[in-house]
């Protein structure tokens, strides 16, 4: 395919930690031949050179966390004809979307000297709240597979096959044994999308929600549960405020529980 033909790809990053962009650069063997695929037009993660658009796939990483982070992915969008959101900032806030439960204006008082020069807004939100998103790709990180198929499927013109079930459904397929039912385990796993292969359960530890809700979470339903393990309220709020805490199911079943007064975000 001459590099006239080939499709422009560009990777855009918000407010992250770069850790998705990796993942591709990850894929080592298997980017050799995406790359010989699409022409990369914009990737400042990997190389300085810089294509103008408009691009047929933007892959776009990271939250909006600044006035210019709203304006600049309003360009991204209006450039680009199939947008995708890549990892649990740009899906839901990420991490950072912590801030949306707090005083944002205490924080940046004790973290900079001279928080008179920070612009910011009060709130890490995902890029759908701000511009069509043409599809969600979960995972704090993404899955290097999953993101490949996401890739092949927008240049083969198909819709991604992503599962959208919950990790259980994994845990089934490898033989993993249960650890909410079988050791009495916290574990988000029964309201968290599949993708990462069971990876924490299959090392007899607990779900932590890195790939964010699945299709058809039943989040008060798991709640419930672990107030049964034992877990009091302000445990059960903490473990869904970790990498999509802003996410609307997990945010919902954090707010349902009670934590005292000074019991953080």
Same mark, same amino acid.
């Given at each position: 395919m001459t590099a006239a033909a080939r499709p422009k790809l560009g990777?855009?990053?918000?407010?992250?930690?770069?850790?998705?962009?990796?993942?591709?650069?990850?894929?080592?063997?298997?980017?050799?031949?995406?790359?010989?695929r699409v022409e990369i037009a914009d990737f400042r993660e990997a190389s300085s050179a810089v294509l103008d658009g408009p691009y047929d796939? %933007?892959?776009v990483e990271g939250s *909006?966390?600044?006035?210019?982070? @709203?304006?600049? $992915? !309003? &360009?991204? +969008?209006?450039? %680009?004809?199939?947008?995708v959101? *890549?990892?649990?900032?740009?899906? @839901?806030?990420? $991490? !950072? &979307?912590? +801030?949306n439960f707090a005083d944002v204006r205490e924080y940046t008082r004790v973290v900079?000297?001279?928080?008179?020069?920070?612009?910011?807004?009060?709130?890490?939100?995902?890029?759908?709240?701000?511009?069509?998103?043409?599809?969600?790709?979960?995972?704090?990180?993404?899955?290097?597979?999953?993101l490949l198929e996401v890739i092949t499927?927008?240049?083969?013109?198909?819709?991604?096959?992503?599962?959208t079930e919950s990790?259980?459904?994994?845990?089934?397929?490898?033989?993993?044994?249960?650890?909410?039912?079988?050791?009495?385990?916290?574990?988000?796993?029964?309201?968290?999308?599949?993708?990462?292969?069971?990876?924490?359960?299959?090392?007899?530890?607990g779900c932590y929600g890195c790939f964010g809700p699945q299709d058809s979470p039943n989040a008060p339903s798991l709640r419930g549960k672990l107030l049964e393990l034992g877990m009091d309220p302000p445990a059960v709020h903490r473990i869904y405020r970790t990498f999509n805490a802003n996410a609307p199911s997990f945010r919902a079943a954090a707010g349902a529980t009670d934590v005292p007064a000074g019991g953080g975000p």
């Open positions: 990777i855009f990053k918000f407010a992250s930690c770069d850790g998705c962009q990796l993942t591709l650069l990850d894929c080592e063997d298997e980017l050799l031949p995406v790359a010989d796939l %933007a892959l *909006i966390t600044t006035p210019g982070d @709203a304006e600049r $992915i !309003q &360009a991204i +969008r209006a450039n %680009a004809r199939h947008l959101t *890549i990892g649990a900032c740009a899906t @839901a806030g990420g $991490i !950072q &979307a912590l +801030r900079y000297a001279r928080p008179e020069y920070i612009r910011t807004v009060a709130t890490s939100t995902a890029i759908g709240d701000h511009v069509p998103v043409d599809f969600e790709l979960r995972g704090c990180p993404i899955q290097k597979g999953q499927a927008f240049l083969g013109h198909r819709t991604p096959n992503v599962p990790v259980c459904v994994e845990c089934k397929r490898r033989g993993t044994v249960c650890v909410l039912v079988a050791r009495g385990t916290p574990c988000l796993g029964p309201v968290t999308q599949a993708g990462c292969g069971a990876l924490c359960p299959s090392f007899d530890r």
